[in-house]
């Protein structure tokens, strides 16, 4: 699997306060990295800072083995995005805002400009102006804009901001498509982590302008559960007074945080005082709660 | 490159704003030209007072007593121009015995009543001036304004006689340069009256006649200056070539009968073009370019563009190259538009007059075709316009804010002449480095002496030159260099 982007040892500072310290990340083909963090940890910045719409004042930026700074343009060159807001000429329609952006590259026809705005499915709004568009449509539009040149790296920040449910669905299926088939490599932030949960193969969390956590998402999840089991009983207080500390979830289950060599133990002694066990079972955490449980909640500095 | 000019040409035109402006500017000439078409045609009668001024007039005579030594001077200066008018009124239908009567009668009858209420009354005198003013309107009865013409040749002639007979009897050097002055004068006068006999021009206050009078003020003034010993200060030498233009132009319109400074037809307008329609041209083009880099930053597309594969550098001039293509599309489209709304009110034939210029290295009058003359000026305001292009574009690049760039490039606009008139006026001769001096380079045309002296046409384009790249060079890099902040 190739690297397709590389960002090492990233620092940047606005006069004395520094908003990214020491960010390392990496993004291969087929990958998708969900970018993760509170509110002014340093995703956008990070962002712009890869796409070169702000100077980095330490470490460096490769894409595609190409430095952002010292070789722009050819870094660049298969490079889509979407920062912050897709904002887009409000006064043109949507095939007129696509077209401006196919006239930038070599070899975009207007049959490849046809075939991305069915793949983002705005072909019955592709002729009306941008201004009329609801947020979600726009979304699809940065997304239509942004792959429209068959990029093999993709930096979406926030695509799933305004976007319905279905909308959101078909998003996922899409970008996984684009992983899976165009083997694009995507790096995508947000802050719905349930979303993330499904289709990210890694994750990436950010906090305070540093990176604390980047593994793939099934080992993040798996380590944060690991120790928690829960169980389903008919008597939760008798079994309250038996085992001692459990955190009961509701009448008939409980939880209790045991490595799992205890596991049998514990089913022994609650067999012996006849109270009924229907099921034992790992707990499954979701990606949001490892996040909390990583981040430590919500501290803008 | 050129699909980034082409893409900043599809933003600005796809933008209602442009076409707003341009409507607006079709308004605008509509408006102009208009009053330019009847302006002038209400000119006839110019001496006719109103009929109630006249009886305000009257009025206030029956209340003065010309008995009356501190009423006396009022009610002679009222009454002759009661009777003036009586006269003018009779006589209102030929333009050219208006003129006759303004310039001889008028003083008679002051001279008359003087002599019949003023101080010291003769009635001898009082009837040798009304057997004069009987005389004179008998010829005006007559219908023959060759008469007047002939008789101003004729004294013009006898006037020229006696100074040179009295130029022999003197040896005085300082009466014999006087005396010759007075010979130019006068042949000068006789001349006019010339022109007045063979070019058939009666009297009156059409551009013929208005012709005469600035051809004679134009040589007088020649005459003064050849005659002058000391050097001519700058000031002086452009004013001599003035008046050496007004003659020359003068003496084409009366020989050839064309009015070439006509300023009611489609030709007089084009040739005019920046001294009328300038602003509206730099209004429209400041917006442009006061807003093709900024509106980026304001909506937040600006993060789109930068993401291609372009350099920064490529991205901004590609948006100043295309403001300056935009200057020339406003400049034509005006010009189409003007040539439409002119030539439905005015008719196309003026078109084939051409413009007369004075060249002041050959000392030649040249004859330009007007689109061609258009094409000169063009080339000569291009400057001006770039600069205040420019000047909006880095203001709007530098701070991101079109209403500050469009506001200021307007100043720097509108207080050009102002700051050329103080130079002038306190001849500041430093200010012939300063940028509103030089960036005019009609100044320059045929030969003419520029607004101060030790200026050159290629000293003023290195300076506009320096000024362009002292705004650009620094907004490039600025931009290069620029964090792309939250919006």
Redesign the interface.
């Given at each position: 699997m190739e690297t397709i982007l590389k960002c090492e040892n990233l620092y940047k500072t606005?006069g004395k306060k520094t908003i990214l310290k020491d960010v390392s990340l990496e993004v291969n083909e087929g990958d998708i990295l969900g970018f993760i963090g509170p509110n002014g940890a340093g995703k956008?910045t990070t962002i712009?800072l890869i796409?070169?719409?702000?100077?980095i004042t330490k470490g460096n930026v490769s894409i595609n083995g190409y430095d952002i700074e010292k070789n722009?343009?050819?870094a660049?060159?298969r490079?889509g995005?979407i920062?912050?807001?897709p904002?887009?000429?409000?006064?043109?329609t949507g095939f007129?805002n696509l077209k401006?952006?196919a006239?930038?590259?070599k070899d975009v026809s207007e049959d490849r400009i046809n075939e991305v705005v069915k793949l983002v499915k705005l072909e019955n709004r592709i002729k009306d102006k941008v201004s009329k568009y609801s947020l979600g449509m726009r979304q699809r539009l940065g997304i239509a804009?942004a792959i429209l040149h068959k990029p093999n790296l993709l930096i979406l920040d926030e695509p799933t901001n305004g976007l319905d449910p279905e909308g959101i669905k078909e998003m996922r299926e899409l970008l996984v498509d684009l992983a899976s088939i165009e083997k694009m490599g995507i790096l995508i932030s947000s802050h719905n982590l349930a979303e993330l949960d499904n289709f990210c193969n890694k994750v990436c969390i950010i906090k305070n302008g540093k990176i604390i956590e980047t593994s793939e998402i099934s080992k993040i999840k798996q380590e944060a559960s690991k120790e928690v089991k829960i169980f389903e009983v008919n008597n939760v207080n008798l079994a309250e007074e038996i085992i001692g500390k459990i955190e009961k979830i509701d009448t008939n289950k409980f939880k209790i945080k045991v490595p799992k060599q205890e596991v049998p133990e514990i089913v022994e002694k609650l067999v012996k005082n006849n109270i009924k066990i229907y099921e034992v079972k790992q707990e499954e955490k979701t990606l949001e709660d490892a996040f909390f449980e990583k981040t430590g909640g919500n501290i803008i500095e | 490159m050129s699909s980034l000019i082409k893409n900043e040409l599809i933003k600005i035109f796809r933008k209602k704003t442009i076409y707003i402006a341009m409507i607006a500017i079709f308004l605008f000439l509509i408006f102009m030209n208009c009053m330019f078409k009847y302006a002038n045609s209400s000119s006839n009668s110019a001496y006719l007072y109103s009929e109630n001024h006249l009886n305000s007039i009257k009025e206030e005579l029956e209340n003065l007593n010309p008995e009356n030594p501190t009423d006396v001077t009022l009610y002679i200066n009222l009454k002759s121009e009661v009777e003036l008018y009586e006269l003018m009124n009779k006589y209102k239908d030929d333009e050219w015995k208006l003129s006759i009567i303004n310039s001889r009668i008028s003083s008679y009858l002051t001279e008359r009543n003087t002599y019949l209420y003023g101080a010291e009354k003769s009635e001898t005198q009082a009837n040798e001036i009304t057997k004069k003013i009987e005389y004179i309107t008998a010829k005006l009865d007559e219908d023959n304004w060759k008469y007047f013409a002939s008789q101003d040749l004729e004294t013009a002639n006898k006037k020229i006689e006696e100074l040179n007979s009295q130029k022999q009897q003197t040896q005085d050097k300082e009466i014999l340069k006087n005396l010759e002055n007075e010979i130019k004068n006068t042949k000068i006068e006789k001349e006019i009256a010339e022109y007045r006999l063979n070019k058939n021009i009666p009297y009156g206050t059409d551009y013929k006649n208005i012709t005469l009078s600035n051809l004679q003020s134009a040589s007088t003034k020649l005459i003064q200056y050849n005659s002058q010993e000391t050097e001519l200060s700058y000031e002086e030498q452009k004013e001599y070539n003035d008046s050496l233009k007004t003659e020359a132009e003068c003496r084409y319109i009366l020989d050839t009968g064309i009015n070439v400074n006509k300023s009611d037809s489609l030709k007089g307008i084009l040739q005019n073009f920046y001294s009328e329609f300038g602003i509206f041209l730099i209004v429209v083009i400041v917006m442009i370019a006061g807003t093709i880099v900024s509106d980026e930053f304001n909506k937040g597309t600006i993060k789109l563009l930068l993401v291609k594969p372009y350099t920064r550098n490529k991205i901004l001039l590609s948006k100043f190259i295309a403001t300056v293509i935009i200057i020339f599309f406003v400049i034509l489209s005006t010009v189409i538009m003007e040539m439409l709304v002119g030539g439905v009110l005015f008719g196309f034939d003026s078109l084939s007059v051409p413009v007369i210029e004075y060249n002041f290295n050959t000392n030649m009058l040249e004859e330009i075709n007007v689109f061609a003359y258009l094409g000169i000026q063009t080339l000569a305001q291009l400057p001006m316009i770039v600069l205040l292009a420019t000047l909006a574009f880095v203001i709007s690049t530098l701070f991101s804010n079109s209403a500050l760039a469009i506001t200021i490039s307007l100043l720097g606009y509108m207080s050009t002449a102002i700051i050329n008139q103080l130079a002038l006026a306190y001849n500041l001769s430093f200010m012939k480095y300063f940028v509103t001096m030089n960036w005019d380079l009609s100044q320059f045309l045929f030969g003419n002496l520029p607004y101060m002296q030790g200026m050159s046409l290629i000293l003023s384009i290195v300076i506009c030159l320096v000024y362009l790249l002292v705004m650009l060079i620094p907004t490039f890099i600025i931009f290069k260099k620029r964090n792309i902040k939250n919006i």
């Open positions: 606005f956008t712009k796409l070169g719409l702000q100077s722009f343009t050819n660049i060159k490079v995005a920062v912050e807001n904002d887009m000429y409000m006064y043109l007129q401006l952006v006239n930038l590259y804009q | -």
